[in-house]
RNA sequence: GCGGCAAUAGUCUAGUGGUAGGACACGGGCUUCCCAAGCCUGUAACCCGGGUUCAAAUCCCGGUUGCCGCACCA
């Protein structure tokens, strides 16, 4: 722990994946810029994403990122986000209203008077239209939306019928949301704008203990840390059989969670899931899970909540907006009474799952003298999934390495070509970008057509002819995403 | 939000009330049949605003941003 854990932070900036946002005007705390690489990373991870979900057979929709007031109304976030905040007038602390903590009360701190400091919104507002008219101040009212969510249950309706009225389905959402929070910090840990992507299965409450592909999961291992009781290794049968984890819809989607997780390149030994205690739930929630990641830099860190929603969203959107939120569920011989379907939603934070990934692919090794850096994401993440290099800066060696960068560039799209320097040098370049495959042109090829393909991990090269290549480079990408 | 510390090229840093130095990176050239080699050469910085001073990147005040602690994270 006595070097620098930052080092990564320094290679995502320096080589162009993360930057602070409008730092020309001294930065706005909260913001980041994906930049070039970064931008492609964050893609191919979105496309992973939905690749995962859509094999479950979800569906994916896309919702504003602005909703009316109503909304949130109904879901309490406006109440929740728009709690009074008071003040310590002797030692500045500053909290919210609560049962216990008032305005003109005592300051748990230090005992001093607690003053009023307004309100304490985490939602950013903003206002639809113009108003008009004297009555006109309330009216559009709006406001950014803190979590996908809502967009799935207010058109719960529209899903059930397209989904031919039937239970269960699961319905996905990839956006930003915005929370302006009070301290942003710790750089893609905590931000006011960032990407979420939320899935949210709708299930009959009385089937929420027998998921129809819990036999799939059941066997895998998975490291606990329930509110009550002993951290612990087990499977995620016994967890559920126990009662650790409630329910099978929740138990399965957990180990869903875990598995997209290693995946697209966390280690497991470094993953754990964590239940929320009673008093640190969000208002909407029966049983949380956090997927929390154990950060080399910032200790363990959320990267996953996974909740059982229960009816909240859909009872509330039921009696705000007086529209039936009611299924009707069926059997062989009769048709039962109306009931509203429980929510189970793994919600992921995906620019804690982008610094997640950097952290663990980041390595530093001894080479010789030198220490080589290495981004060692998975090729399907990978910005730049193959460099072409002539071995020596001659004409004859650049034009065919030019040529053959072309016609690779067709298949793989993300390409780059670098004559620049020994290569040795253009090796490291690449390595620090995690780029998994270089292709270098020496005087062998111009005789026979062969190239040599240096693999990032090993460092070992093997010679393919250029009619192979693209091929052989193909084999280990599962996923192009372009 | 509060408190402490900090801010110098792309990155990491040295530095003094009076001309801002290095390393790496990057560009150009030479060399080199495979892992940041070598040689020549070039570009490039004192967070923003105000004050003190003959003179401020340096001292003072405010802001912004970052790090750490507290609080917050529905």
Redesign the pocket.
Known sequence: MAVREDRVE?LA??RGFLW?AYEIY?????FYDYGPLGARLKRQLEAEWRLFYSLEGFFEIESPTIAPAAVFRASG?LN??SDLAV?CSRC?????VDDEIVAGGKCPECGGELAGAGEFN?MFQTRIGVPKGKEGANRGEGYLR??TAQGMFVNFQRLLRFNRGKLPFGVIQLGKAY?N???????LI?LREFTMAEVEVFVDPDEKDSHPGFDTVRDRRIWLNPAEGEECETSVGDAVRSGIIANEYLGYHIAKVKEFLERIGIPSDRLRFRQHRKD????YARDCWDAEFMSR??GWMEIVGIADRGDYDLAAHATYSKVDMGVHTHTQTQTHSKMIPHVIEPSYGLDRIIYAIMESAFTEEQ??K????VLRLIPELAPVKAAVFP???REELKQKAKSVFQSLKQELVYVDYDD??????R???QD?IGTPYCV?I???TLEDDTV?I?DRDT???HRVRIDDLSAAILAGIRNLHV
Do not use: W
């Open positions: 320094e900036r320096r602070q001294g930065g706005t705390a909260g976030h929740c986000f003040v500045d602390s500053f909290f919210r985490l803190p979590e929370r929070e009070i301290s942003p910090r710790q750089s905590r640190e739930m969000a208002h830099r910032y080479v010789g030198e220490t080589r850096k071995l020596l800066n620049s320097g020994s290569i040795g040098r090796y490291r370049r620090e270098t020496d005087y062998q040599t240096r460092m070992e090269q």
